[in-house]
């Protein structure tokens, strides 16, 4: 077991160093940041001087280095935009992205999982062609899509809800609705048909039929039996999905405004902030690892079998 753990242990280690090598380069790739922090009017001394204070003089392979050998002892460097320590900012925004993945992720599990139990019981009826039309237009439907027509619904016509922001206390459910319905509507259609599978092999298992033979009462035998024993493969595949919503959404936090990590990440790439795209990205990185490193524990304490596969 300990080997198995070491190995999936180095393997994150180098998953996380791959990606702090391509977040470097690639942050590099969009261009210089004197282009935006300093005016047109700028000398050529202006841009060395600008260059030399955060480090940007050096060769790329210096740079990396250093930006290796801090980020170690946790410091990830000050952000070239909004002046403080990078990891700080990320750190500060994380608690809404982690708002807005729960609100999602629930979302996501009360429409998918009833719909997907009863289309599986109500097979080849009107109910499961419903399942499998929202299945169809989940699937279909682009998240900024459907964050756009939300906005222009609940909030150009209707005045009903704000269209962007965030709030606090209770006043601030009302702007974590949208982006959570925009976020946890797209997953609604791989849970519902895996639920939906999942439940029909269950369905046709000999204990159903032996519970429904005893007299117990079909919504125990469905909701307690039979979706228990569905929920696994079911529950392996939501627990993929909270770990993307965890890591922040780019595309609805950009609709909605929300003051997420997906969103700083697109504002410290708007404006070169080197710094904090390094770390936004390794901590996005490390947070989904992480997830995925759990669920491989979780699996060979549940299939002995895995540690020797």
């Given at each position: 077991?300990?080997?198995?753990?070491?190995?999936?242990?180095?393997r994150a280690l180098i998953s996380l160093l791959?990606?702090?090598?391509?977040?470097?380069?690639?942050?590099?790739?969009?261009?210089?940041?004197?282009?935006?922090?300093?005016?047109?009017?700028?000398?050529?001394?202006?841009?060395?001087?600008?260059?030399?204070?955060?480090?940007?003089?050096?060769?790329l392979p210096v740079q990396y280095f250093v930006f290796?050998?801090?980020?170690?002892t946790g410091d990830f460097g000050q952000?070239?935009?909004?002046?403080?320590p990078a990891l700080n900012l990320v750190l500060g925004r994380?608690?809404?992205?982690?708002?807005?993945?729960?609100?999602?992720?629930?979302?996501?599990?009360?429409?998918?999982?009833?719909?997907?139990?009863?289309?599986?019981?109500?097979?080849?009826?009107?109910?499961?062609?419903?399942?499998?039309?929202?299945?169809?237009?989940?699937?279909?439907?682009?998240?900024?899509?459907?964050?756009?027509?939300?906005?222009w619904i609940f909030s150009v016509n209707l005045h009903l809800l704000p269209s962007s922001g965030s709030g606090s206390g209770i006043n601030g459910l009302k702007y974590l609705i949208l982006p959570a319905v925009a976020q946890g509507w797209f997953v609604v259609a791989g849970i519902m048909r895996l639920t939906r599978s999942s439940m029909l092999d269950v369905l046709d298992s000999e204990y159903v039929k032996m519970a429904r033979i005893k007299g117990v009462s079909e919504a125990v035998v469905i909701w307690k039996?039979?979706?228990?024993?569905?929920?696994i493969p079911?529950?392996?595949?939501?627990?993929?999905?909270?770990?993307t919503f965890l890591t922040g959404s780019v595309i609805t936090e950009t609709v909605f405004a929300w003051p997420g990590v997906g969103r700083l990440v697109v504002q410290a790439v708007q404006a070169r902030d080197f710094p904090v795209v390094q770390t936004?990205?390794?901590?996005?990185?490390?947070v989904y690892i992480t997830i995925n490193f759990l669920l491989d524990i979780a699996y060979a304490y549940l299939d002995p079998r895995i540690r020797f596969s």
């Open positions: 077991m300990q080997r198995y753990l070491l190995g999936k242990l180095l791959a990606i702090s090598v391509i977040v470097f380069v690639l942050a590099r790739i969009t261009g210089d940041p004197a282009d935006i922090f300093l005016s047109d009017e700028a000398s050529d001394n202006d841009r060395a001087i600008f260059n030399a204070r955060w480090g940007l003089d050096r060769p290796l050998r801090h980020a170690v952000s070239l935009k909004w002046r403080e994380f608690p809404a992205t982690l708002q807005l993945a729960l609100s999602a992720f629930t979302v996501g599990l009360l429409i998918a999982i009833p719909i997907g139990v009863l289309s599986a019981v109500k097979r080849g009826t009107l109910l499961d062609t419903f399942g499998k039309l929202v299945a169809l237009i989940g699937q279909s439907m682009p998240v900024f899509w459907l964050g756009i027509l939300l906005i039996h039979a979706l228990k024993n569905a929920a079911v529950i392996t595949f939501a627990s993929v999905i909270f770990g936004a990205v390794l901590f996005i990185a490390t």
